[in-house]
């Protein structure tokens, strides 16, 4: 098995490409920025952290962005943190515009922030773990408790417009959604990659997954 972790200069990709090799000892996983070789893999993963705008621009300066549609469109596919962000219409972070293959804007969280129970205040950015609430059964929750705990690090959360896209969702302030799926697309919010037993059961989830 081939599995490609797009490489736009923008993300943490050992730790993502460690934890698929942990997961996965017999695929070969390739960190790569050449479309060819992601057209060629049968499975895509695409992380991401930092802004919206400088991820947008250097996915295009590298060529990359047909590459990541054609592969939303036809394969197994993973987006993690911005990986998720980008599959929407726009966010606001930089007045980006995103690949709009979901219908939706990225939003960030408007301060002042307070725990919905305690009243709280909270920071931002939304940076530590946080549980995980599974909207509808997916392949990719198999064997994960409704309710784990996944790590998290963002200021932007995704604002879906689309019915049945949200597969999770958490609560900072306000319950946002966390996961979204759809045909053989999965994205999260999250860092599946930092969340040791439920992150990397999810990773073998993406692995085996056939949609």
Wanted: with cysteine.
């Amino acid at each position: 098995m081939k599995i490609a972790v797009v490489d736009y200069g923008m993300g943490n990709l050992r730790s993502v490409s460690k934890a698929l090799e942990h997961v996965a000892p017999r695929a070969q996983i390739a960190v790569t920025s050449d479309p060819a070789q992601i057209a060629a893999a049968e499975r895509v993963v695409v992380p991401g952290q930092g802004a919206m705008p400088d991820c947008m621009r250097e996915l295009d300066a590298r060529g990359l962005r047909g590459a990541v549609i054609d592969a939303a469109r036809a394969r197994p596919f993973l987006g993690i943190c911005i990986g998720l962000q980008m599959l929407f219409d726009w966010s606001e972070e930089g007045d980006a515009r995103g690949l709009g293959i979901f219908r939706g804007a990225v939003r960030r969280f408007a301060e002042p922030l307070t725990e919905r129970a305690s009243g709280a205040r909270l920071k931002v950015p939304h940076m530590g773990w946080n549980q995980v609430r599974q909207a509808a059964p997916h392949p990719l929750w198999q064997g994960i408790a409704d309710g784990a705990r996944f790590y998290f690090v963002h200021s932007y959360y995704a604002d879906e417009t689309e019915a049945g896209l949200r597969s999770g969702s958490a609560d900072y302030g306000l319950p946002f959604t966390c996961a979204v799926a759809r045909d053989n697309i999965f994205a999260v919010q999250f860092h599946p990659e930092k969340s040791q037993v439920a992150g990397l059961l999810l990773l073998t989830n993406f692995v085996r997954w056939r949609p």
